[in-house]
């Protein structure tokens, strides 16, 4: 599967309905959106299960892949693309035993050390930052920036990096230069009066 540029990572806070969110970016889809379902932390498996199962029945149709974070199981029982796995989350090498050789894997990183095992362990792509300040998840580390970015895409050539952390379409431009492949996003799209719109101009941005 060739990845996406665009990953809208579904927004678990209170109050909002991840499968709306969906709903809204499907509208304006092409081949670059990628969805990445993220339960809360609080969130039974029960219900990151009938969610998933949702986000997965409408994306599937239209050719959109979806990976469910952290909750692999929950991958698996959904059919899932894939998954993707931060730092306190089951390591690289279980995360690829658990989902097998064919499934999309994606691993946070933020240091070109972390990321070059990352990859070695069995990582597609990388989710890369934070690289600006963000308010949509608590106890993130100090944002690296454009310049932290072009150290990690350094030091591992060839591996899709994909940008997250404060993301606006206005930022793309620096980051694609700074050798991301894409970006993902959270607020951009998820606070967005018109979310369908917000999802749109980034899918312009990334392909440019």
């Not at 691993?107 to 597609?124: E, I």
């Not at 050798?179 to 951009?188: C, L, S």
């Amino acid at each position: 599967m060739a990845l996406g540029r665009l990953h809208l990572i579904t927004d678990s806070r209170p109050g909002r309905d991840p499968v709306a969110l969906v709903r809204a970016a499907l509208a304006v889809a092409t081949p670059d959106l990628v969805v990445q379902f993220r339960p809360a932390d609080d969130w039974t498996d029960r219900l990151a299960y009938e969610l998933a199962n949702q986000i997965v029945a409408l994306c599937r149709p239209v050719g959109v892949p979806v990976l469910v974070n952290d909750r692999l199981h929950v991958a698996l029982a959904t059919g899932a693309a894939g998954g993707h796995v931060g730092a306190d989350d089951l390591p690289v090498p279980a995360a690829r035993r658990l989902l097998g050789p064919a499934a999309v894997l994606g691993a946070t990183s933020r240091l070109p050390a972390t990321a070059l095992r990352a990859v070695g362990d069995g990582a597609d792509y990388l989710g890369v930052g934070p690289c600006y300040a963000t308010s949509t998840k608590d106890g993130l580390p100090v944002s690296i920036g454009a310049e932290g970015l072009r150290a990690v895409a350094r030091q591992v050539a060839g591996t899709p990096i994909i940008a997250i952390g404060g993301i606006t379409a206005a930022r793309v431009p620096e980051l694609l230069a700074a050798g991301a492949h894409g970006v993902a996003v959270i607020g951009a799209v998820s606070d967005a009066a018109d979310p369908s719109r917000a999802v749109a101009d980034l899918l312009a941005a990334v392909a440019s």
